[in-house]
């Protein structure tokens, strides 16, 4: 098999954040907070890209009664989510994120990334082959910071 997916996967090419990051304008966060816990990464982040001007689709894993979170209507699957999604923010323990695979392969939104501290190198092979640009344990939210047009 071809080796041309690794492309997909963009570790420290800082070039490709930053086109990736100019290029986006729709993020759905999976694994998103809450107003209630408006202190957690997984909640302000979502918060500040709404802020900085992208469209934020939020998919929250818990808070089954919730409808709204930021003002905007939530899903329960990326894979429910209209339209395109550029970037899909993942808020979830590596190990769980495979259990997502399906529902963001279903999806191919056109890239995935985990926030800092999140990798799951299999689920990112497996997008990565699946022509998904993937990047890892990294904050969206300070990359915006450092490379918004």
Not at 39 to 48: D, E, I, L, S
Not at 68 to 91: E, S
Request: neutral net charge.
């Amino acid at each position: 098999m071809s080796e041309d997916w690794r492309k997909n996967l963009i570790e420290d090419d800082e070039d490709r954040i930053a086109e990736l990051l100019r290029g986006a304008s729709r993020v759905a966060v999976l694994g998103i907070k809450t107003e209630a816990q408006s202190g957690q990464p997984a909640f302000y982040v979502a918060k500040y890209l709404a802020e900085a001007g992208l469209e934020v689709v939020p998919v929250p894993v818990y808070y089954p009664e919730v409808t709204t979170i930021l003002g905007k209507p939530v899903y329960r699957k990326v894979a429910d989510v209209p339209g395109a999604v550029d970037i899909v923010d993942i808020f979830r323990r590596g190990p769980d994120v495979a259990g997502h695979l399906d529902d963001l392969l279903a999806k191919k939104p056109r890239a995935v990334w985990m926030q800092s501290g999140i990798r799951n190198d299999s689920v990112a092979e497996s997008l990565a082959k699946a022509g998904i640009l993937v990047v890892q344990d990294r904050c969206l939210m300070v990359d915006h910071r450092r490379y918004r047009a």
